[in-house]
């Protein structure tokens, strides 16, 4: 791998910008996620590519920090409009410029959030998503692509922890949840583990408290945005733990307020129910830093 992104310059930021979809900078893991994609969809996998590559020459054009174009944090939120865009309709030319058009802004705006060091994970792909589906669906109308319109008959198995996988990134084939789980795993396996976890607990308690359809939970659509807030708070302390179960409550509660009102979720649930617990978990550090500092005064003292 190393040899051949010395060759091909772009290559390694491409892949670790990929990668970066689940916050691994890892370039291996972003060519497994690749490849998981144009197991999907080719069209998706092209979008992919040519988002993320869009995204990664926007930031060098704009001369962003190079350290922070090679770790990847210009290709994800790209990547994701690029895979977005094709899942939701058909391939015509206005997508595909669309696609450019959406990785360029999503860029920008993550640059904006970098600088002002404000983490807002997938934001940037969720909010110029939710604008070109506007466009797409209510300005200038483009048909649904075929694979919203196929059928699937899925068993009720828990098959659909990886599937939940495969949901961050419009997949929802079993095969393709494996290969992202393994892409995890290969870069930090205590956040693959906690993912999978997160994305069973996540499917129990959307078939618990009915706030998923069957198929949707079957699908893994109850459960990729657990995935992501597993792997942002995973680590090997009991802390870590709870971090990870409220990021996930919070996820699993902002979703179903969403769906209530038929809002497209996208990752908003995850980026919201994370940011919310980051919020609480500083509080919570802050707090117990104060009074760390009280007793060893008081002890002090006496």
Same mark, same amino acid.
């Given at each position: 791998?190393?040899?051949?992104?010395?060759?091909?310059?772009?290559?390694?930021?491409? /892949?670790? @910008?990929? #990668? +970066?979809?689940?916050? &691994?900078?890892?370039?291996?893991? =972003? *060519? %497994? !996620?690749?490849?998981?994609? $144009?197991?999907?969809?080719?069209?998706?996998?092209?979008?992919?590519?040519?988002?993320?590559?869009?995204?990664?020459?926007?930031?060098?054009?704009?001369?962003?920090?190079?350290?922070?174009?090679?770790?990847?944090?210009?290709?994800?939120?790209?990547?994701?409009?690029?895979?977005?865009?094709?899942?939701?309709?058909?391939?015509?030319?206005?997508?595909?410029?669309?696609?450019?058009?959406?990785?360029?802004?999503?860029?920008?705006?993550?640059?904006?959030?970098?600088?002002?060091?404000?983490?807002?994970?997938?934001?940037?792909?969720?909010?110029?998503?939710?604008?070109?589906?506007?466009?797409?669906?209510?300005?200038?109308?483009?048909?649904?692509?075929?694979?919203?319109?196929?059928?699937?008959?899925?068993?009720?198995?828990?098959?659909?922890? /990886?599937? @939940?996988? #495969? +949901?961050?990134?419009? &997949?929802?084939?079993?095969?393709? =949840? *494996? %290969? !992202?789980?393994?892409?995890? $795993?290969?870069?930090?396996?205590?956040?693959?583990?906690?993912?999978?976890?997160?994305?069973?607990?996540?499917?129990?308690?959307?078939?618990?408290?009915?706030?998923?359809?069957?198929?949707?939970?079957?699908?893994?659509?109850?459960?990729?945005?657990?995935?992501?807030?597993?792997?942002?708070?995973?680590?090997?302390?009991?802390?870590?733990?709870?971090?990870?179960?409220?990021?996930?409550?919070?996820?699993?509660?902002?979703?179903?307020?969403?769906?209530?009102?038929?809002?497209?979720?996208?990752?908003?649930?995850?980026?919201?129910?994370?940011?919310?617990?980051?919020?609480?978990?500083?509080?919570?550090?802050?707090?117990?830093?104060?009074?760390?500092?009280?007793?060893?005064?008081?002890?002090?003292?006496?």
């Amino acid at each position: 791998m190393k040899s051949l992104t010395q060759r091909i310059p772009l290559l390694d930021p491409l /892949l670790k @910008g990929i #990668g +970066q979809i689940m916050l &691994q900078e890892n370039a291996w893991t =972003g *060519l %497994l !996620f690749l490849a998981g994609i $144009f197991c999907g969809s080719v069209q998706m996998g092209v979008g992919a590519l040519l988002a993320t590559l869009s995204g990664t020459v926007t930031a060098k054009l704009l001369k962003y920090k190079e350290e922070e174009i090679a770790s990847g944090l210009y290709g994800f939120s790209a990547a994701l409009v690029g895979v977005a865009l094709p899942f939701y309709f058909q391939s015509v030319a206005i997508i595909w410029i669309a696609i450019v058009i959406g990785a360029i802004l999503a860029t920008i705006i993550q640059h904006f959030f970098i600088v002002k060091k404000i983490p807002v994970f997938t934001f940037p792909f969720v909010f110029i998503t939710w604008i070109l589906l506007y466009v797409f669906h209510q300005v200038y109308p483009v048909a649904p692509s075929d694979v919203l319109m196929m059928e699937t008959h899925l068993n009720q198995d828990f098959a659909h922890a /990886l599937r @939940g996988f #495969g +949901q961050v990134i419009f &997949q929802g084939s079993t095969f393709a =949840g *494996l %290969l !992202f789980f393994i892409a995890v $795993f290969i870069s930090s396996p205590i956040s693959a583990l906690y993912a999978m976890a997160a994305a069973v607990f996540a499917a129990m308690i959307s078939k618990c408290l009915s706030l998923n359809p069957e198929e949707s939970i079957a699908l893994g659509l109850g459960s990729y945005n657990a995935v992501l807030c597993a792997i942002v708070f995973a680590g090997t302390k009991v802390m870590d733990g709870f971090w990870v179960l409220l990021s996930v409550a919070l996820a699993l509660f902002i979703a179903w307020l969403m769906g209530k009102y038929d809002f497209t979720l996208l990752t908003f649930p995850f980026v919201a129910g994370t940011c919310l617990t980051l919020v609480i978990k500083n509080i919570h550090t802050n707090f117990f830093k104060i009074e760390t500092t009280a007793k060893t005064g008081a002890n002090q003292r006496h």
